[in-house]
């Protein structure tokens, strides 16, 4: 069975940074886009990032020029300047055929 992990999260100061990585139990990456979503308490699931197999990216506006997504075996999402409307639990998604993969999420606090 498939399992996509996320870890690296925790509890930061505003302007601090934190490294989330997101690994799987098989290789579910290969040539798939694997993105990055956030979700606040009370507020609906949002885009963060992407990254696809070439290497290519794409991120929220909200975060351009802070964060970072890369990949090898691996996806990372180097986090960087955050803010306190940064905290969320941040879930990997792997899009995949015939279905998509999620993992369980790890918590970002950021305090003010």
């Known amino acids: 069975q498939v399992q996509v992990v996320e870890s690296g999260g925790g509890l930061v100061q505003a302007g601090g940074s934190l490294r989330l990585s997101c690994a799987a139990s098989?290789?579910?990456?290969?040539?798939?886009?694997v993105s990055w979503y956030r979700q606040a308490p009370g507020k609906q699931r949002e885009f963060v990032a992407f990254?696809?197999?070439?290497g290519s990216t794409k991120y929220a506006g909200s975060v351009e020029g802070r964060f970072t997504v890369s990949r090898d075996n691996t996806v990372y999402l180097q986090m960087n300047s955050l803010k306190p409307e940064d905290t969320a639990i941040y879930l990997c998604?792997?899009?995949?055929?015939?279905?998509?993969?999620w993992g369980q999420g790890t918590q970002v606090t950021v305090s003010s």
């Open positions: 990254a696809r197999s070439d």
């Open positions: 998604k792997v899009h995949s055929l015939p279905s998509d993969y």
């Open positions: 098989a290789r579910i990456f290969s040539g798939n886009l």
